[in-house]
Each structure stands twice: as C-alpha cells, then as structure tokens.
C-alpha cells in the first residue's frame, strides 16, 4: 500500500517532511520521462491539477509584484539623487527670499529714489509683496510644475528647462537662482535693500 501523499490545503500535514517526502531531500528527485512527444506537449488546462494552476498563477502574481517593486525603487532613487541638490538649493533661495521680507517688514528700510532722495517703504507695501511672494514661492505647482522642468521617462532623470542647454560648468546654486520664479523675487528683493 502506498503512502499518502500530503496536500498542500492539508491541516495536517506536518512541519518538517517525512522521509517518503519529496521534499526530504534534493538528490532523491528523479526527473520525469524526457521522452521528446511528451515533452513538445503542453499539458490541457484540463490535465493540471487545481493546486499547480493555482501555484501558477501565486507565483506569476507575485513576480509580477516583486519586478514592479524592485523597478519602481529603482527608479524612484534616480530620481530622488537627480533632484535633491537643486531641489534643496531652490529651498534656500525660497527661504532667504521670505526672510528678507519678513524681516522688511519688522525693520522697514528707506529705499534710495534715482534723485538720491530716501523714502520709506510702507508696510503695506512690503505686507503685499511678502503676501504675493508666498502665493508663488509656497505654490509646488508654481516651481516644480511641467512648465519648468523636463522628465526623461527612460533614466527618471529631472532636467531645469529654463537654462536650455547652458547648464553645463553652473553649479546647482546658480541653475536653481535662475529659476524663472526665484530669479523674478531675487531682483525684487535685491531692488528693496539699499545697497551698502
């Protein structure tokens, strides 16, 4: 009488195979008939057993998972490497930029008129470009949005499009003060500190 095999949905299948096991051990794997009819024939969706076609389908899912997975990873990290030095520059810039403001408003300076003649600035003046300047320094659309930037869908690369081609030799302090939007709010800003 042969022993029964243990099913894969048994409850009582044991933890650790038995001897009679094909399991138990590699080396007492023996590999069916390689007779070339049987092999050229697929089997019928018919003749694989319920369990293999769901071992199948278990296995297909979750390399399907496991590639997206590892690709997505992959890719997410080039893009995160290619993008934080300027993005982390364009910060600061957006963060000095605020601070001049906000400290314009604490401590209003005069400004120096063409004719040399000093005028103060109201702190509505400097209320509303502090107000404007957050609207679009604070907006992520305003600064990393499609119209200024390029995104190569093969190597995940991020590209500034304002600088059309003469990045090359700029550090990414440069390429980010060039940034049409933080380019606008630094001759602005430079513009209302007289200079020393």
Known sequence: MASPVPSLHSETASASPSPESP??????????????????????????????????REHSNQGYIDGVTSGKSRSVQKGFDSGYPLGAELGLLVGQILGILQGLLTNPLHLQSSNNVSTPLSNSTISALDL?????????????????????????????????????????????????????????????????
């Open 23 to 56: 399991s138990s051990s590699i080396s007492s794997y023996s590999p069916p008939d390689l007779n070339p009819s049987v092999i050229s024939r697929s089997p019928s969706p018919s003749t694989i057993s319920p369990d293999i076609a769901r071992l199948q």
């Open 132 to 196: 404007s300047a957050r609207n679009e320094l604070l907006d992520l659309h305003s600064l990393f949005g499609d119209l200024y930037w390029n995104l190569d869908p093969t190597s995940g690369m991020i590209s500034p499009n304002w600088l059309t081609g003469q990045s090359s030799g700029l550090s990414n302090s440069e390429i980010a003060s060039l940034h049409p939007v933080i380019h606008k709010w630094l001759e602005i800003t430079s513009n209302l500190i007289p200079p020393s």
